[in-house]
């Protein structure tokens, strides 16, 4: 609780800022993206170097977003070590008012919900021999928990000019190609704050254009592991 890293409206600025901050570090090397991905928050920061939304209006939306969060009531998640299927089956078999917040990979799938529902799915799922583990959250992100801020969010997002993506992005919310029309609505980055992170299908995306690096920015390693975690071939 003393962590002021899982405030949301404290982790999310500082998150942007690490991203774009090495983002143009790199620019300045030279070395600059082709495609880029997100993962939840890292989408705006894409955004942002597409030329979605200025850097101050980026920063502006991202700030009040995380406010907005931080209203709702807080919930937990899970993360299991289990695939979409498996996962989806384990709730149907004993109903539970959770959502899948993430797909990250073939067996790694993100839960997400009131903190009471939370404990019990992973109740359930570890005397089924699952593999899952609480993440440091005091949030519901994905879920609909977030449902009432949705269109708070919309109306904020539309109160900034947007623009297409000059670079193009892949979406989280659908794993495919973000469109102009939907970088430049306000209805899609509501639909992105409750639905789930199809990360897996994102880096299967990316795959299929042809990416053969990838280069995580920000400060850990997790996003690179899922990456490897999604690749049949070698890593590239």
């Given at each position: 609780?003393?962590d002021?890293?899982?405030?949301?409206e404290?982790?999310h600025p500082?998150?942007?800022?690490?991203?774009?901050?090495?983002?143009?570090?790199?620019?300045?090397?030279g070395?600059t993206p082709?495609?880029?991905?997100g993962?939840?928050?890292?989408?705006?920061?894409a955004a942002?170097?597409?030329?979605?939304?200025?850097?101050?209006?980026?920063?502006?939306v991202?700030a009040?977003?995380?406010r907005?969060?931080?209203?709702?009531?807080r919930g937990?998640m899970?993360?299991?070590a289990?695939?979409?299927?498996?996962?989806?089956?384990?709730?149907?078999a004993?109903?539970?008012?959770?959502?899948?917040?993430?797909?990250?990979?073939?067996?790694?799938?993100?839960?997400?919900?009131?903190?009471?529902e939370?404990?019990a799915?992973?109740?359930r799922l570890a005397?089924?021999?699952?593999?899952?583990?609480?993440?440091?959250t005091a949030?519901?992100?994905?879920?609909?928990?977030l449902e009432?801020v949705r269109?708070?969010?919309?109306?904020?997002?539309?109160?900034?000019?947007?623009?297409?993506?000059?670079i193009?992005?892949?979406?989280?919310h659908t794993?495919?190609?973000?469109?102009?029309?939907?970088?430049?609505?306000?209805?899609?980055?509501?639909?992105?704050?409750?639905?789930?992170?199809?990360?897996?299908?994102?880096?299967a995306?990316?795959l299929a254009?042809?990416?053969?690096?990838?280069i995580?920015l920000?400060?850990?390693?997790?996003?690179?592991?899922?990456?490897?975690q999604?690749?049949?071939?070698?890593?590239?």
């Amino acid at each position: 609780p003393a962590d002021p890293l899982q405030r949301a409206e404290i982790a999310h600025p500082f998150q942007f800022t690490v991203e774009y901050a090495l983002a143009a570090l790199l620019a300045s090397w030279g070395v600059t993206p082709d495609l880029l991905v997100g993962y939840s928050l890292g989408e705006y920061v894409a955004a942002c170097l597409a030329g979605v939304f200025t850097l101050e209006d980026a920063l502006h939306v991202v700030a009040e977003r995380a406010r907005l969060i931080a209203s709702v009531p807080r919930g937990r998640m899970l993360a299991v070590a289990a695939g979409e299927d498996e996962v989806r089956a384990a709730i149907a078999a004993e109903p539970a008012d959770v959502d899948i917040a993430a797909l990250n990979g073939p067996s790694m799938t993100v839960l997400s919900g009131v903190a009471g529902e939370i404990e019990a799915m992973a109740r359930r799922l570890a005397a089924s021999g699952v593999a899952c583990r609480a993440l440091r959250t005091a949030h519901a992100f994905h879920s609909a928990l977030l449902e009432p801020v949705r269109d708070k969010l919309i109306s904020l997002v539309g109160s900034v000019p947007r623009s297409a993506p000059a670079i193009p992005i892949v979406s989280n919310h659908t794993g495919g190609a973000l469109t102009a029309e939907q970088a430049a609505g306000s209805g899609y980055w509501g639909e992105h704050l409750t639905g789930s992170v199809r990360f897996r299908d994102s880096i299967a995306y990316c795959l299929a254009q042809g990416a053969d690096v990838f280069i995580e920015l920000g400060a850990g390693q997790t996003l690179g592991s899922l990456v490897r975690q999604n690749l049949s071939g070698p890593a590239p």
